[in-house]
């Protein structure tokens, strides 16, 4: 049936808005859920010598390209690129930052060039947060930290709250990435030589706000009541961290790496069942089994096959139907002269253990595994 044309000139202008909408509207609000098994991997700008404090130093990778980089996950396989937002050095790997420094002379564009290049061959770009530790963050606020170790050293206080969620909301308005991991999401003193929280007066005055009354003196606390306050100052981290993600993106992944899958700050917390991506890093992959029970319905689970040396073991993992609907990932230290991952059998024995399990999701990633 013919439409008069009054309601013809009405269906073009509706077509010609849609179009004009689907041109405009960022990628990464347009990404569906990914269908097919998530593979993944990280070229780790982390970690290197030379750091004040075991991170490397800012601007140590900064040379990186975008198109060797993005040529170099091609090759490898992955559907998944994960890169950075910004670092445990605290800076940000893309220009026009505002919350986070930018990173000491960052020769490209990196994350927003490099989420272009996937978004282009049709794979996900993922960002990174280091959680509990930011060396420039403790640098620039020492009464708001245990200060500015390789540790988890960031108590989750309300003005580091407010930076982190800017960050968020900045990076995923500036770059199009479709989301990011979540690291070492954990309240201090977690990884350090110490045991229990030191209640610094920041902390003292998170109790008040988690707690509604009065803090009662360090002596006055228990272990209990303390763990409930980490708990407690967990949750909320996470219930901003998600506001500010999915406030900007609604359809913005977010993926939390774990190291401790059963550590008690964690155990039974709303994070595992809110979160999109839940990955054990831990070489170890039968802690997934319970965690399978506290995941939401919705969330994907991962394992870390590379990252951890001769500690990870990818064969374990691949080809057993236990784990065919599992995401499979990996990371390793990038080298400072290439900014691309070590290789070869020679040099630091976590790197060529890497190296070789690097080989493996090679082969894993080129649908040598079971669909």
């Known amino acids: 049936m013919c439409a008069n044309p009054s309601t013809r000139l009405k269906i073009i202008l509706c077509l010609l808005s849609l179009a004009i909408v689907a041109t405009w509207w960022p990628a990464s609000a347009t990404s569906a859920e990914p269908s097919e098994r998530i593979t ?18 800012p601007g140590l990778f900064a040379q990186a390209d975008p198109k060797a980089h993005f040529q170099w996950y091609k090759d490898l396989g992955v559907n998944t690129i994960q890169t950075f937002c910004v670092s445990c050095d605290g800076y940000a790997w893309y220009r026009d930052s505002r919350p986070a420094p930018v990173e000491p002379g960052l020769k490209h564009d990196f994350l927003k060039e490099i989420t272009a290049l996937g978004h282009d061959n049709g794979m996900r770009v993922m960002g990174y947060f280091c959680v509990g530790a930011n060396t ?10 245990y200060g500015a170790d390789s540790n988890i050293h960031i108590p989750f206080t309300t003005e580091y709250l407010d930076y982190l969620s800017a960050c968020i909301k900045d990076v995923l308005i500036k770059t199009g990435i479709d989301g990011f991991m979540i690291d070492w999401v954990f309240s201090p003193p977690t990884l350090m030589k110490e045991t229990k929280v030191r209640w610094l007066p920041c902390e003292q005055q998170v109790y ?8 009662p003196g360090k002596d006055k606390i228990g272990v209990k009541e303390e763990l409930a306050f980490q708990r407690r100052a967990l949750d909320r981290c996470w219930q901003r961290i998600h506001e500010a993600a999915k406030s900007t993106n609604p359809k913005c992944v977010i993926w939390l790496s774990c190291f401790d899958l059963r550590h008690p700050q964690v155990v039974g917390s709303k994070i595992f069942q809110e979160v999109d991506w ?10 997934l089994a319970a965690v399978r029970k506290e995941a939401g319905p919705h969330t994907k689970i ?31 230290a990038a080298n400072p002269a290439t900014t691309l991952p070590f290789h070869g059998t020679k040099g630091d024995a976590r790197n060529v253990g890497d190296a070789r399990n690097i080989e493996v999701l090679r082969d894993v990633f080129h649908n040598k595994m079971p669909k």
């Open 278 to 287: 839940l990955m054990n890093e831990n070489p170890d992959p039968t802690s």
């Open 136 to 145: 420039y963050w403790a640098q620039q606020h020492p009464e708001l930290s």
């Open 302 to 332: 991962m394992q870390c096959l590379c990252g951890w040396g001769d500690k990870h073991d990818p064969r374990r993992v691949v080809g057993n139907p236990k784990y065919d609907d599992v995401g499979f990932y990996g990371f390793a």
């Open 40 to 57: 993944g991997f990280c070229i780790d700008f982390n970690w290197a010598p030379g750091g004040s404090n075991g991170f490397a130093p």
């Open 208 to 215: 008040v706000e988690l707690f509604g009354r009065p803090f």
